[in-house]
Each structure stands twice: as structure tokens, then as C-alpha cells.
């Protein structure tokens, strides 16, 4: 149990290292979250009462959204970690700091003095992060508590204005999973203040379990609690993953040091300094939700389904994002606070992760497109959805992941403004890129229907890209740019031949396998997809990579087993 405990409290200091425990924990949740679109496809199909239950998310997530993501995305994580930072420094300079004191007196208890002293000034830049934490915690829990109960007392005024294309009975419905749900942001905030200090202290493994937990509790939901109770079963299935998301990270947070205090000290200096940082972060967040409000109206007026399949293939093509995008953005947020104002450093922390995740994210993008049907079929073909449903949510998962390497680097982008305290550039360039979003869907919304919903989506996460990038160059410099166009063109020859490969895998099994079944679906799309991974592995190879051999050297060093020397290749090419 001991040896457990050290597991999951281990400190990860690598990039590399953390970001592939978070995609690995991001892997298992995706692919629980498929598992549980899977059970929701087969037993509601993509109509009606799916469409409640996802319209029915969209106010309690926007609560969630604005009030803790605004607080910890904006600058909890930097001035935590600065604070602490101040008592790691102190700490470090303990043992040379006291050694020369204590020569230069010549005195025994110098050195006691001063390791004494230092103790102190390092317990107590530990008590201004812990101050902090219990600051933020208390000012979050009382907005989400008044917010909710507000929710709770309107949402029937509310359901009336995000589902206005939902007959009385519907909304109705959509109503009262809202107000169960409303329930949920209270215990996400708490997890989410947790998951904020796990990272500031790079104990990454317990806060990557937690979305693992939180799609459990929803398909115990699915499962056990519809059958008892209908519809308001998957609500509250959404209420106990929030739950679970919350309790998983506790323990951990304690044993870090953290110990609740009732403290509302809204003049505490650390306090106002996160709320000035907060506020264009939250009206950023907030135009990012009225573009999904705007959405889920439109989608709402449109055919039976259409709010279900969009989210579906939004889920769907939000799983490379997941993995690899955020994955790889959450990892390297401490290292960039704490490089943020060394233009050197920060560029070269920026620039390897964003290669990183364009490694992965190209051939994904690729992959994608190629095997759409075959996914759509694997994951989501069963029960009550059938054929229809299957091409509406392929030709939506296409336009999709037309901007998936957009989608995939905003996140870091984004945490690079926030590490160097500046949340006012995103909130600004948010609103031009919500702006289009949203005159991009009204158009397209129906022309094309719920596709023409994700090409807006698309367009906009481009146009959003493209602004964050060069705002980010102007304030920076050049961010490696020349290195990171190559290693873009050696992904994009790779990608483009794995999706050859797997056309033409497709085509040569397809005699052997039965198309109406499962297995021959299942079979078809693994052999092409490992067709299309294999190809694209061996081209990085042949192009040298950096990535693929830094990849593996990572890999390497964390098996139980030297191989070989392409673990010492990727260290040399990737100095």
C-alpha cells in the first residue's frame, strides 16, 4: 500500500514523461467516454431524447465553465507555482547558502542557524500558495452555490431560450435534467482547485485518473440509473462522475499539505492578483460559450438528432485533441511558468512541445479522415443507431478534423499567454474568432445542417490559430518557426502515405471480411489503421525525426530493459 501511495505522489519533472502519463490516463478516459457513447447511441440513437440530455449539459457547463476554468486557466497554476517556487529556491539554496556561512564564522551552530532560517522562509512561501488555494477554493464554491441555485430556480426560463426549437414536453424534460445537473460544477470546482495543485506540484498520474472516474460515474448512470429512474438517470449519472472526479484527488491533495480553511480574504494580494487576471479570461470563456449556445439553438431547429450528432462526432474527434493536444499543453504549463520570461528557454520549451504534438496530431488528422465510416460504425454502430445516423455523423466528423491541428495547439498557444500573466490578447482575439464562428453557422447551419455546424467549428479554430500565432511572435520572436516548418512537412509526406496505406489495406481485406457484421467492420478499420501507423512510422524514420527518435528514446528510458541505441540517436538529435 505504501509503495502504492509513492506511485501515485511521484514528481514528474519531464515534459516528455508527464505528457505521455496524461495521454495514457486521457487514452483510458477517451476511451471509456466511447464506451459511454456507445451505450447512449445503442439505447437512444441519434434523436430526441438525446438531444435533451446534451442541451441539458450546456448551462451547467457554461457555470463551470466561466467560474473555474476562468480562476484556474487564467492564473491559479502560475501563482501557485510562483509561490511555491520561492520556497523551492529558498530550499535549494539551503545546503550552499548555510556551508559558506558557517565557514566564514568558523562557528558549529552557524550552519544550524541558517538551515533554520531557511526552513522557516520555505514553510512560509509554502503558507502563502496553501493561503491561496483555500482563498480561491472558498470564493469559487460560494459563486458556484448562488449560481447554481439560480440555475436550479430558472431552469425552465433557460431551457426556453438554449432549445427554442424543442416542442413543450422536451423542454420540459430538458428542464428538469438541467436542474439535477446543476449540481454537478459545486464538486467539479472542489476537483478542479485539486487538479490545479497537482500539477503545480507535478504530481500528474492522480490528476490524469480523474476524468477516468468522471465517465465512470456516467455510465453507472447509463447503466444502473436509467433503467430506475428514466432519462433523469444519465443526469445523474453525470452528478456522481462529478463526484468521483472530486473524491479521486483528494487524498493526494492532503497529503501535499493542503488543509481546508474557511478564509475569504478577497484583499490578500495573491487574490487580486489571479482576480485581474480572471476576468478577461472568464468574458473569453464566455464568448466561447455563447458560440455554443448559438449551436445548440441552431441545432435545435434542425432535424431529430441533429444536437446528438454533433456532439458524438465532437467527442470523437476530440479524443487526438485529448491525448495529444491537451495532454501535452497541461504537461508543459508548469515548465512554461516557470520559463516565462526567459524568451530563450520559454521558445525552446514551446517549440519541442508543439512538434510533439503535431507528431502525433498529422497522422491522426489523416487517419481520421480516411477511416471515418469504419469508426463511426466501430463505436457508435448498435442498437437504435442506424445507417442515417451514420452518415450525418461521418460527414460531420470530416469537417471536423479538417482543423484537428488547430484544435490540438490552441491549448498551448493559449497557456503561454497565461504563463507570462497575459489573458487580455486570447479574450480579444476570442471574440473575432467567436464572431466568425457564429456567422460561420448561421450560414452554414442551414445550407449544409449539423456538418455545416462543424465546418464553422473548423473555420473559426483555424482563424483562431493563425491570430494566437502571431500575436504570440510579435510578443516572443520568431518561436523556432524554420525548425518546426520541417518537422511539419517530414509529418506531412509521413501522413500522407499512411493514408494510402490504409486505403489500400482497406481494399485488400475487404474480400475477406463480412461488412454487415462487426467483426469485419472492426477488423477492416484495425488493419487499416495499423497499415497507416506502420507507414507513417517508417517514414519519420527515413526523414530522421527528431520526434519519432526523441519518442522512443522517452519510451526507452522508462521500460524496465535497455534496447538498442536509438534512444541515444533521438538524445543527440534532439540537442
Not at 8 to 14: C, G, M, N, T, V
Not at 443 to 470: D, E, K
Request: with cysteine; glycine share 8%; proline share 3%.
Amino acid at each position: 500500500m505504501a509503495k502504492f501511495k509513492d506511485i501515485l505522489s511521484k514528481k514528474i519533472d519531464s515534459i516528455t514523461v508527464a505528457a505521455a502519463l496524461v495521454a495514457l490516463s486521457s487514452l483510458a478516459s477517451r476511451l471509456l467516454g466511447v464506451v459511454r457513447d456507445r451505450i447512449l447511441a445503442g439505447q437512444f440513437g441519434a434523436g430526441q431524447t438525446l438531444d435533451i440530455y446534451y442541451a441539458a449539459f450546456r448551462i451547467p457547463d457554461l457555470i463551470f465553465n466561466l467560474i473555474v476554468l476562468g480562476a484556474l486557466s487564467a492564473g491559479f497554476i502560475p501563482i501557485f507555482t510562483s509561490l511555491l517556487k520561492g520556497g523551492e529556491a529558498t530550499t535549494e539554496g539551503r545546503e550552499s547558502s548555510a556551508e559558506i556561512k558557517a565557514r566564514s564564522n568558523n562557528q558549529e551552530g552557524s550552519l544550524q542557524s541558517a538551515t533554520s532560517g531557511l526552513d522557516a522562509a520555505s514553510e512560509a512561501n509554502n503558507n502563502e500558495a496553501w493561503r491561496l488555494a483555500n482563498n480561491v477554493l472558498n470564493f469559487l464554491l460560494l459563486g458556484l452555490f448562488v449560481l447554481s441555485a439560480v440555475g436550479i430556480i430558472f431552469a425552465p426560463a433557460l431551457t426556453r431560450i438554449i432549445a427554442p426549437g424543442f416542442d413543450s414536453e422536451s423542454q420540459a424534460l430538458t428542464s428538469v435534467l438541467t436542474r439535477i445537473m446543476f449540481l454537478s460544477p459545486i464538486f467539479l470546482g472542489i476537483s478542479g482547485i485539486f487538479g490545479g495543485i497537482l500539477q503545480s506540484f507535478k504530481r500528474f498520474l492522480v490528476y490524469s485518473l480523474a476524468p477516468i472516474f468522471y465517465n465512470v460515474g456516467i455510465i453507472i448512470g447509463a447503466l444502473y440509473f436509467v433503467p430506475r429512474w428514466g432519462v433523469a438517470g444519465l443526469a445523474w449519472g453525470v452528478v456522481l462522475g462529478a463526484f468521483l472526479h472530486m473524491v479521486v484527488q483528494w487524498p493526494s491533495v492532503c497529503r501535499l499539505g493542503f488543509r481546508y480553511k474557511f478564509l475569504l480574504q478577497a484583499r490578500d494580494v495573491a487574490v487580486r492578483r489571479l482576480g485581474r487576471m480572471m476576468v478577461p479570461r472568464t468574458l473569453s470563456l464566455a464568448i466561447s460559450q455563447i458560440n455554443l449556445v448559438v449551436i445548440t439553438i441552431l441545432a435545435s431547429r434542425l432535424s431529430s438528432g441533429s444536437l446528438a450528432v454533433f456532439n458524438f462526432a465532437n467527442n470523437l474527434q476530440s479524443f487526438p485533441i485529448g491525448i495529444f493536444g491537451v495532454s501535452f499543453a497541461i504537461a508543459a504549463f508548469p515548465s512554461l511558468a516557470a520559463s516565462a520570461f526567459n524568451r530563450e528557454r520559454l521558445t525552446a520549451d514551446f517549440s519541442k512541445t508543439i512538434r510533439q504534438i503535431l507528431f502525433f496530431i498529422v497522422p491522426a488528422t489523416v487517419l481520421i479522415i480516411a477511416l471515418r465510416a469504419q469508426i463511426i460504425r466501430v463505436v457508435l454502430g448498435t442498437g437504435n443507431f442506424d445507417w442515417n445516423d451514420t452518415i450525418l455523423t461521418m460527414n460531420t466528423l470530416g469537417y471536423f478534423a479538417i482543423s484537428l491541428f488547430a484544435q490540438a495547439t490552441i491549448p498551448l498557444l493559449v497557456r503561454v499567454f497565461y504563463a507570462r500573466e497575459n489573458s487580455a490578447t486570447p479574450f480579444y482575439l476570442g471574440l473575432v474568432t467567436v464572431a466568425a464562428n457564429i456567422v460561420l453557422s448561421l450560414i452554414l447551419g442551414p445550407l449544409m445542417g449539423v456538418a455545416g455546424l462543424a465546418l464553422a467549428f473548423s473555420i473559426a479554430n483555424i482563424i483562431n490559430f493563425i491570430l494566437l500565432w502571431i500575436c504570440l511572435s510579435f510578443s516572443i520572436g520568431a518561436l523556432d518557426l524554420g525548425r518546426i516548418l520541417i518537422s511539419v512537412f517530414k509529418f506531412s509526406i509521413s501522413a500522407a502515405a499512411a493514408g494510402g496505406a490504409a486505403q489500400i489495406m482497406k481494399v485488400i481485406v475487404w474480400p475477406f471480411i463480412d461488412m454487415t457484421k462487426f467483426s469485419g467492420v472492426f477488423i477492416q478499420l484495425v488493419a487499416a489503421g495499423l497499415a497507416g501507423i506502420l507507414v507513417y512510422a517508417l517514414f519519420c524514420f527515413l526523414f530522421r525525426s527528431e520526434e519519432l527518435f526523441g519518442f522512443l528514446a522517452a519510451t526507452r528510458r522508462r521500460l524496465p530493459f535497455k534496447k538498442a541505441k536509438i534512444g541515444d540517436q533521438g538524445e543527440a538529435l534532439g540537442r
